[in-house]
């Protein structure tokens, strides 16, 4: 099995800063891309940003130059400082990994974390 424990979000105001942060643990045999995503009230999840294995970081357009997502290959880890929040990031942010597991066969499988509340509000 493999677990992502999510850890950070809160509460912040607007122009404020927060910082999550993620570990993948268990049978990891390889992890093809990291990243987060996030589902607002009524709406769909949502992509925020990702770290494909090699490549650079794709963030949504809504988030570019406030965001910063980092990974820490050694640790399979991901950590994002999010600036400048916005309410309308209010949202559960979901830590995502595609994970090649010992155990799954040959195909890389989507694993999710809990979920952390983020509100920005004054």
């Known amino acids: 099995q493999v677990q992502l424990v999510e850890s950070g979000g809160g509460l912040a105001q607007p122009g404020g800063s927060l910082r999550l942060s993620c570990a993948a643990s268990g049978s990891i045999r390889s992890i093809s891309a990291m990243g987060w995503y996030r589902q607002a009230p009524e709406k769909e999840r949502e992509l925020v940003a990702s770290?494909?294995?090699?490549?650079?970081?794709n963030y949504a357009d809504s988030v570019k130059g406030r965001f910063t997502l980092s990974r820490d290959y050694a640790k399979n880890a991901v950590y994002l400082q999010m600036s400048s929040l916005k309410p309308e990031d209010t949202a559960v942010y979901y830590c995502n990994a595609k994970v090649l597991s010992y155990y799954g066969g040959s195909d890389y499988r989507n694993y999710w974390g809990q979920g952390t509340q983020v509100t920005v509000s004054s």
């Open positions: 770290i494909p294995t090699g490549r650079s970081t």
